[in-house]
């Protein structure tokens, strides 16, 4: 079974800046793909961002696009989220996302526990 671990959440100021990481853990696994997703209160759970592990294409969400950079590292199995110039509209639980491909398994949707960001004023 392949865990994934979100950290780096918190607390910060409107213009501020985060970076969210997100760990994979398992036996014998292989990322596809790996990303973000959020969701404030009362709302569903949106794309935020997204990066192939073969290649490290990436992609993003409208709402993000400029201000977010994803990356990853793949000798550690981690992905990251760099928040930039954060708005009060940024304020979610953001959850890690994967689609692995697991040693006698087939392809899955993984899911983290999720971190919470807020921007305030």
């Known amino acids: 079974q392949v865990q994934l671990v979100e950290s780096g959440g918190g607390l910060v100021q409107a213009g501020g800046s985060l970076r969210l990481s997100c760990a994979a853990s398992?036996?014998?696994?292989?990322?596809?793909?790996m990303g973000w997703h959020r969701q404030a209160p009362g709302k569903e759970r949106e794309f935020v961002a997204r990066?192939?592990?073969?290649?490290?294409?990436?992609y993003y969400s409208e709402s993000v696009k400029g201000r977010f950079t994803i990356s990853r590292d793949n000798a550690k199995n981690t992905v990251y989220l760099q928040m930039n110039s954060l708005k009060s509209e940024d304020t979610a639980i953001y959850y890690c996302?994967?689609?692995?491909?697991?040693?006698?398994?087939?392809?899955?949707?993984?899911w983290g526990q999720g971190t919470q960001v807020t921007v305030s004023s």
């Open positions: 398992g036996r014998s696994f292989s990322a596809v793909t």
């Open positions: 996302n994967a689609i692995i491909k697991a040693d006698r398994q087939p392809l899955n949707n993984y």
């Open positions: 990066i192939l592990w073969s290649g490290g294409e990436t």
